[in-house]
């Protein structure tokens, strides 16, 4: 299949995220794709992205991958990778832009999502190493509720079962555990304490750690204090976020684990807040990612950092996907259809 790039959804000294369209098909059954692209001299981190999002292929809480492509861009030649299109933006646009909290009953529905991804990266011999709400895609609802896809694998580790030490921070340190900022060892259950910190922030709106004022100070706090979970949830709430943000990190519960927690299993649905879910039309449909992941050498930023990956990538299977640029004219067409789209999700 041959795709156009529409228009850019980001961009940076890493490179770009475009939101396509495939070519030749008829406007009423368009189907749009989100193309990661860096150039292919810097994109060791992209294409083991890309190989990592191959080998978790058959669940329908990883964002999928559609392929990947080298085009030659501005004379220079460029890798892509070619991902679902989350058009209701991320978790985090859920969390901070709605201006209505999440309740217990949609955290827990959200948590549960989010499981079954981890879950299934875990099980696919995999750590994800930077799960926060701005690497969780959010989709249309089947029914009710809003699915969530875990996505930006690009500091993600291969498990072997083993805890390993590695020089370099991973992630994102605010959603940090202690054993990764004190020691430098991951494992799976780093992704078990980010979950925590996620829920937190859903219940509250804010983040675990929101009042530090330097980054020497949060990782001192993560180090060395307990973090204060939410008073006014309920007593299977507390108890899921303490198995969640044990500090031993040998004590803290598995994804698989987590998802018989009551506070997961008794979720009631009836008390979801249907309305909150529906009405999301202040989530930004241009936001994709909020970090892209190519390799880029001695990159550190505010609050994370890019560790090492291997040039020896395998290529994925499915590597037929052609990118296009487009015209202006059909650049204002697509900006036609997608205002005619609003109207009408604002009217029904």
Known sequence: MHWKKVKVLGSGSYGTVSLARPMNVCSSSMIYAAVKSAEFNRSSSLREEGRILHALRGSEYVVECFGE????????????????????????????????????????????????????????????????????????????????????????????????????????????????????????????????????????????????????????????????????ISNDGKDFLKKCLERDYNQRWTAEMLLDHPFIKNINAKNMNYGLIHKCNWISTQHLFSTISPYYPNHNSSCCSRGTSSNNISSLETNNYKVHHTSDHEDFVLGFWDLISFLFGCIF
């Open 69 to 232: 492509d080298v085009s030659v861009e501005n004379g220079n030649n460029t890798y892509n990778l070619m991902l679902e299109y989350a058009d209701r933006g991320t978790l985090d646009d859920l969390i901070h832009k709605s201006k209505i909290m999440l309740g217990e009953s949609e955290a827990a529905y959200y948590a549960f999502q989010i499981l079954k991804g981890i879950s299934h990266v875990h099980n696919k011999g995999f750590i994800h190493c930077d799960l926060k709400p701005a690497n969780i895609l959010v989709f249309p609802p089947t029914e009710k509720y809003m699915r969530l896809k875990l996505a930006d694998f690009g500091l993600s580790l291969i498990s072997d079962d083993s805890w390993k030490k590695h020089r370099d921070f991973r992630g994102t340190l605010v959603y940090a555990s202690p054993e990764s900022v004190t020691s430098g060892v991951y494992g799976k259950q780093v992704d078990i304490w980010a979950l925590g910190c996620i829920v937190v922030e859903m219940i509250t709106g804010k983040r675990i750690w929101s009042r530090c004022k330097s980054k020497k100070e949060l990782a001192w706090k993560i180090a060395r204090l307990e973090p204060v979970l939410p008073y006014n």
